[in-house]
């Protein structure tokens, strides 16, 4: 059997209020004023593709320290930040995945995440070992636009095995059509959009049915048996006709998440399979289908290995953990699209030593320090000789994970000095559990939010951005702890 | 324990150039005019210079790197030159070197002159400084007055303080310094300044204000020391000697162990300890008669008292409120304005602390002179709290 053994999302704190987009662009396109309702998630500035992609992937995979299992990523993007350096093996050094997983990119249409959890499917018929498959986006839009209020920014993680499966593949149907919808051109920014009634009605409506078709019959199930439909589209009610066309329940539709989230692009699909799967019970069957140059649908039946496994957060928390951002021109400072008086000592050089960075990836990228056997005492970055107070021993320090223990703040400061993106910057230093200390910037933070005692958990994010050569720097930062269940991992083995 | 520097090497001539916004001034003027008064101080001519140590640390934005901005600048007569770096405390290292020089033997007559130029960068504060290629890989962008401001948080929480104490507290440490800096000349800053500016000052860095964090200064200043039997030889009567030169520096504890609480320096309490052996202090609350602190932010100086065994653990608070380290109290701290006043142009300032205690002790303060001052402690701080150079020094007059 093989299927989905464990899924994941993300979705950022920042939920950008659409009346607040609507209103400031009102006096230039009054037309969106009635759409200026609910939010779209917003990546913070220090978000992108491979970030929104470690945290869904971090959601799916939970704080267990031992990822021998996974043998693949596949990272499914239309928007990934770099076009040559593998995405997916950043992903990789910050999930700290063995170096021989097999780890791809996967992009050029909107349904690259269906097309990467194919290929996922049927390497578990074959191959030992699971594949995480990921998508992510984070889309440029011009202001003012139907996209801009459309879309949102957010991850998906599925994990696929065929041990301990939760939901089954059953079949599939892809349908391979150069329709063009929309495209982006290579360097472009922002995809040139065609007219959405062609798209519902010669693209949609035709190339759909026939993927949905096949998909049904490969895995012998009848249309009216469907308890979940996905099928994200912003066109409005086009999902609603799709399933009528099909001969779906009209009851089996998915929430799109329109009105929180918005359209997350690549990832929208497997996002709406992971808040199913929240709430799906055994023997159910989920349809999920995604439209772009072509069409794809694949039916997976729910087992009973539901019941024993949760996302480490969840779609549904994630939901409820959103904070209303409704500054717009943080929005377009965030997407570099308001150019904002940076001061002199924005003017600092980020270039980054590659061959530093080589040396210290495992530090850098999987935020792995070093501890002492001798003393258990914890180094970041790991070095030869340790602190430890008048025994300062050779060679004593093994590897040691710190991206999934908490921590807790000794000191902190917001400052207002600096350029940074979004100011004031917070950083401080933090005491993590089971011993170590780093001073960290600290994210998704406000004021009022942190203190002496506060404590924190680890997101992989952008560092610095390196707008002269393009180059991105990434590293963990410490941002609250707000979802309960979360926790470290016990001590033992780290390696 | 080695014998120490105690009454070994005594200072023959000292310069300090004005303080502040020196638009006219480049590095090298500014080295001139403390040089220049350094030399005509102490009595000598070029040749009879052994050697110089020359201290400055935005080497990129102000003189240029190695010792050749002082060799040239000053003309000086093909002696060595050697830049020493570390830090704001770089200054007190550039004083070191020449006095263990002279105290080895290798030279009669040593110079050590810092000078740093900061106004050259088109903004206000300290200049961003590189840190190598692996730090910015992972360490935050840090900014001087973020660093110092996480001390305030973590003293108030080891001492369970409410924030309007302890900012009342560094407010009244900022007063302190305005006032006396009113009265120096050649300060930066020589305005007075009420708790009322300073508490609604705007925030640089929680919780510290504009007022809160000192001078960035262009400004440099000198000392040229010798064995007491030269200084003898050349004239001088009333002697200031050297009675303790102590450097601590971190190893990286206090950044990655938990067992450091991050409400003060573990180099200065080492440092402290280790000159008031060298200079054979026991009581330092009763027998320091007067002292410059590294107080680039108000907080570091309130922190920096209990670290100097001057103020109680968790008694600085109450010593700064009662006026303890006021110019009219008992330990007189920052009688010249201090970094906040005087200013912090970094590579001099370890100089510039240890030119007013050498004017203190041969009463030539002028309007700021203290009454009969004996023992005067210099701390000199490079770095941020978590690691950091510190350095303590302690001078008093030669007996004679």
């Known amino acids: 059997m093989q299927g989905i053994i464990a899924y994941g999302a993300y979705i950022p704190r920042l939920r950008l209020s659409r009346k607040s987009v609507a209103q400031a662009n009102a006096w230039f396109a009054p037309q969106f004023g009635a759409r200026g309702k609910g939010t779209r998630a917003m990546a913070n500035w220090d978000e992108d593709c491979i970030t929104l992609a470690v945290a869904a992937a971090r959601d799916c995979l939970g704080l267990g320290e031992d990822r021998s299992g996974i043998h693949g990523v596949y990272l499914a993007s239309c928007t990934l930040p770099f076009a040559e350096r593998l995405n997916a093996g950043i992903v990789s050094e910050a999930l700290t995945l063995s170096d021989t997983v097999e780890a791809l990119d996967i992009g050029g249409s909107q349904r690259a995440a269906l097309s990467a959890l194919s290929a996922a499917l049927d390497k578990a018929k074959g191959a030992a070992g699971n594949t995480l498959v990921l998508a992510a986006d984070l889309r440029q839009t011009r202001a003012a636009s139907a996209q801009e209020l459309d879309f949102g920014d957010g991850a998906a993680a599925l994990l696929v095995g065929s041990q301990n499966v939760i939901a089954e593949h059953l079949g599939s149907g892809t349908v391979t059509v150069d329709f063009v919808d929309h495209f982006r051109s290579d360097g472009a920014d922002v995809d040139y959009q065609w007219e959405e009634r062609w798209t519902r009605d010669e693209g949609i409506g035709k190339l759909m049915p026939r993927a949905i078709a096949a998909a049904l019959a490969a895995a012998n199930v009848p249309a009216q048996r469907i308890d979940h439909f996905i099928f994200p589209s912003t066109i409005a009610k086009v999902d609603a006709q799709l399933a009528k066309n099909c001969g779906i329940r009209p009851n089996a539709l998915a929430d799109n998440l329109a009105m929180t989230v918005g359209d997350t692009g690549v990832p929208h699909a497997l996002l709406m399979l992971a808040q199913v799967l929240e709430s799906a019970t055994p023997g159910q069957l989920i349809l999920v289908g995604q439209f772009g140059s072509g069409a794809q649908a694949l039916v997976f039946r729910v087992t009973e290995a539901i019941f024993g496994f949760r996302p480490q957060v969840g779609v549904g928390r994630w939901l409820a953990s959103g904070t209303e951002e409704t500054n717009y021109t943080k929005f377009l400072a965030f997407r570099q699209q308001l150019e904002l008086e940076r001061g002199m000592r924005g003017e600092q050089d980020k270039k980054t030593a590659l061959s530093t960075l080589y040396r210290h990836k495992s530090a850098v990228l999987g935020f792995v320090g070093g501890r002492c056997e001798l003393t258990g005492n914890v180094h970041f970055p790991p070095s030869r000789i340790s602190y430890t107070p008048g025994a300062p021993a050779l060679d004593t320090q093994k590897p040691y994970k710190l991206a999934e223990r908490q921590a807790t703040v000794l000191s902190w400061s917001a400052e207002y000095l600096s350029y940074y993106p979004s100011p004031p910057q917070f950083y401080g230093q933090v005491d993590f559990d089971g011993g170590g200390r780093v001073l960290m910037e600290f994210t998704d933070v406000g004021r009022g939010e942190v203190d002496t005692g506060t404590r924190m958990e680890m997101v992989f994010r952008v560092k610095d951005l390196d707008e002269k050569r393009g180059f991105v720097r990434y590293f963990w930062k410490a941002t609250p702890v707000r979802f309960s269940s979360a926790g470290s991992p016990g001590p033992g083995p780290t390696e | ?400």
């Open chain 2, 1 to 400: 324990m080695p014998s120490g520097i105690k009454d070994k090497v005594v200072i023959l001539g000292m310069g300090c150039s004005r303080f502040g916004e020196r638009w006219e001034a480049s590095p090298e003027d500014l080295m001139v005019e403390a040089y220049g008064e350094a030399m005509s101080d102490a009595g000598i001519g070029p040749q009879q210079l052994d050697a110089a140590w020359f201290s400055t640390h935005m080497s990129d934005v102000g003189t240029g790197r190695g010792g050749l901005p002082m060799g040239i600048a000053l003309r000086l007569p093909n002696i060595g030159v050697t830049r020493v770096e570390n830090f704001c405390a770089g200054g007190s290292e550039a004083v070191r070197a020449a006095v263990y020089a002279v105290a080895a033997g290798a030279c009669d007559i040593a110079i050590a002159l810092g000078v740093e130029k900061l106004k050259d960068t088109g903004y206000a504060g300290l200049p961003v400084a590189t840190v190598g290629t692996l730090v910015p890989q992972w360490y935050p962008n840090a900014v001087a007055p973020a660093n110092f401001a996480q001390l305030a948080t973590a003293y108030r929480h080891k001492h369970g303080m409410d924030a309007a104490t302890l900012k009342r507290a560094i407010a009244h440490v900022s007063v302190k310094s305005h006032a006396n800096g009113a009265k120096n000349a050649k300060a930066h800053l020589q305005k007075a300044v009420t708790e009322e500016q300073v508490l609604n000052a705007p925030i640089i860095a929680e919780p510290l204000g504009l007022f809160d964090c000192c001078g960035v200064s262009d400004g440099a200043a000198a000392a040229i020391v010798t064995r007491p039997d030269i200084a003898r030889g050349l004239g001088k009567r009333e002697l200031v000697s050297f009675k303790a030169l102590q450097v601590a520096t971190s190893n990286g504890w206090e950044m990655h162990s938990s067992d450091w609480d991050g409400s003060y320096f573990h180099t200065a309490r080492i440092a402290a300890k280790r000159a008031y052996e060298e200079a054979g202090i026991r009581r330092p609350r009763e027998e320091v008669s007067m002292l410059e602190v590294h107080d680039c932010f108000s907080v570091t100086e309130l922190v920096t008292m209990e670290d100097l065994f001057l103020s109680p653990e968790g008694g600085a608070v109450k010593d700064v409120m009662d006026g303890f380290f006021d110019a009219d109290g008992r330990i007189p701290c920052q009688i010249d304005g201090g970094l906040k006043c005087f200013g912090h142009p970094v590579g001099a300032s370890g100089i510039r602390m240890l030119y007013e205690m050498y004017l203190q002790l041969l009463g030539r303060a002028g309007s700021r002179q203290l009454a009969n001052p004996q023992v005067g402690l210099t701390h000199n701080l490079g770095g941020q709290p978590s690691q950091n150079v510190c350095s303590v020094s302690i001078v008093g007059n030669f007996p004679s």
